[in-house]
């Protein structure tokens, strides 16, 4: 996504847990339109370190809530869920967002931009092993509609929460450790439709990413 924002001119930016991470996409993607700075969005002193580094590049238009954090791997019963790790979970999926949402919702109106949480199906579906997981997505899922009905009298800042699906990602394998998933999709095979649903700008909801496909239906 970042990749694909770049390329239509925005500036980006952008930050990751592991700086040797984020080295190697600010090499490969080699855009001076790349801000990049490393810090985990639960430290609320790297929050406002990104917050101003966005609005200090330009007008700010959108904020992508993609940080997540899986918990233990292999993932426990949630009757033998370690409630510290649990509690991490729910500070990086469901608390850090709502805290950068606040930080920037004026700023986003001032701009008519859009606010993007990244779910999963994990949040609708009781799958054994993905309660610490899919509780924590099912509260973003929740925050972002209750957060729609509540700007809505500012319909320029809608507020969606997407489902990109299965993906091949290093936190995808760390959930089915030892198991083969090379047969889901890689990360990039999403972007269009998440720049659909930007560039359409449908009612704030949830979308999945099977509903933004050029032959989809946007509802």
């Known amino acids: ?13 952008a930050d990751a ?23 985990d969005v639960t430290d609320a002193s790297h929050r406002g370190a990104l917050v101003a580094a966005a609005i200090g590049a330009g007008p700010l238009r959108l904020l992508v809530n993609n940080a997540s954090r899986l918990g233990p791997s292999p993932q426990p019963a949630l009757a033998d869920y370690p409630l510290r790790e649990l509690w991490a979970v729910y ?35 009781a799958y054994p092993g993905w309660g610490g997981y899919g509780s924590s997505k099912a509260a973003l899922d929740q925050l972002s509609a209750v ?25 995808h394998q760390a959930a089915f450790p030892g198991e083969d998933i090379s047969d889901r999709a890689e990360p990039e095979s999403v972007v269009p439709a998440l720049l659909r649903l930007l560039d359409t700008r449908p009612p704030s909801g949830r979308y999945r990413s099977a509903d933004l496909a050029p032959s989809g239906v946007l509802r």
């Open 91 to 125: 500070a990086a999926n469901v608390f850090a967002p709502l805290a950068l949402i606040q930080a920037v919702l004026p700023v986003l109106r001032d701009n008519a931009g859009a606010i993007v949480n990244l779910t999963s199906d994990a949040a609708v579906e």
């Open 1 to 13: 996504m970042t990749a694909a924002l770049l390329d239509r001119g925005w500036t980006v930016v």
């Open 147 to 171: 957060l729609a009905t509540e700007v809505s009298a500012t319909p320029e800042v809608p507020v969606y929460a997407f489902d990109p699906g299965d993906m091949r990602t290093e936190m």
């Open 17 to 39: 847990r592991r700086s040797t991470d984020l080295k190697r996409t600010v090499t490969e993607l080699n855009s001076a339109g790349l801000i990049a700075l490393p810090g």
